[in-house]
T-cell receptor
Framework: DAKTTQPPSMDCAEGRAANLPCNHS???????VYWYRQIHSQGPQYIIH???NNETNEMASLIITEDRKSSTLILPHATLRDTAVYYC???????????FGKGTRLHILP | DTGVSQDPRHKITKRGQNVTFRCDPI?????LYWYRQTLGQGPEFLTY????????KSRLLSDRFSAERPKGSFSTLEIQRTEQGDSAMYLC????????????FGPGTRLTVL
């Protein structure tokens, strides 16, 4: 079973920052936080991952709380193409499989 | 396009028939994964290969399901005696190097069992 809890859906205005929360209160010390997204009719796409430090790449920023029990994915300037289901995943180092939950359906509003 | 490819993209079959799907991973990716996704749910892990060796199988993979990766390149997933409950999107992904590296997903094969 997925070890994360996410809101089922969120709305965000185009051009604004989208902040997607994720709770993972039972995370272990060797488990990473990953984010993937799935645009309609496509396979999931990797966004970012981190262990305990905040991470940033060209797509998004990942903010992990100090106790690692929750995290937030930030899309700094959301566009209509960011409309998708966003999955927050906890994954142990060395574990090949990904356990997906139901994710958050993000709607970007024009 | 050098991404993961899957064939066919759509398959409609009658209950009881056998079906086979193919996945071509990104060139030189040593790990290959199969997932299944039903409507409204996230993908569920089925099995994975490192090169030609099948290293893990989910309990979701009943004995009607078999996957192969004979030369460590493309993979096939066969479902025998299909049931209506097998209707789903079957996703393939590949990755390179360490297990925690990102997985690149294909577009999926949508199976409908009538």
């Amino acid at each position: 079973d997925a070890k994360t809890t996410q809101p089922p859906s969120m709305d965000c205005a185009e051009g604004r920052a989208a902040n997607l929360p994720c709770n993972h209160s039972t995370i272990s010390g060797n488990e990473y936080v990953y984010w993937y997204r799935q645009i309609h009719s496509q396979g999931p796409q990797y966004i970012i991952h981190g262990l305990k430090n905040n991470e940033t790449n060209e797509m998004a920023s990942l903010i992990i709380t100090e106790d690692r029990k929750s995290s937030t994915l930030i899309l700094p300037h959301a566009t209509l193409r960011d409309t998708a289901v966003y999955y927050c995943i906890v994954r142990p180092l060395g574990d090949d499989k990904i356990i997906f939950g139901k994710g958050t359906r993000l709607h970007i509003l024009p | 396009d050098t991404g993961v490819s899957q064939d066919p993209r759509h398959k409609i079959t009658k209950r009881g028939q056998n079906v086979t799907f193919r996945c071509d991973p990104i060139s030189e990716h040593n790990r290959l994964y199969w997932y299944r996704q039903t409507l409204g749910q996230g993908p569920e892990f089925l099995t994975y290969f490192q090169n030609e060796a099948q290293l893990e199988k989910s309990r979701l993979l009943s004995d009607r399901f078999s996957a192969e990766r004979p030369k460590g390149s493309f993979s096939t997933l066969e479902i025998q005696r299909t049931e209506q409950g097998d209707s789903a999107m079957y996703l393939c992904a590949s990755s390179m190097g360490q297990s925690y590296n990102e997985q690149f997903f294909g577009p999926g094969t949508r199976l409908t069992v009538l």
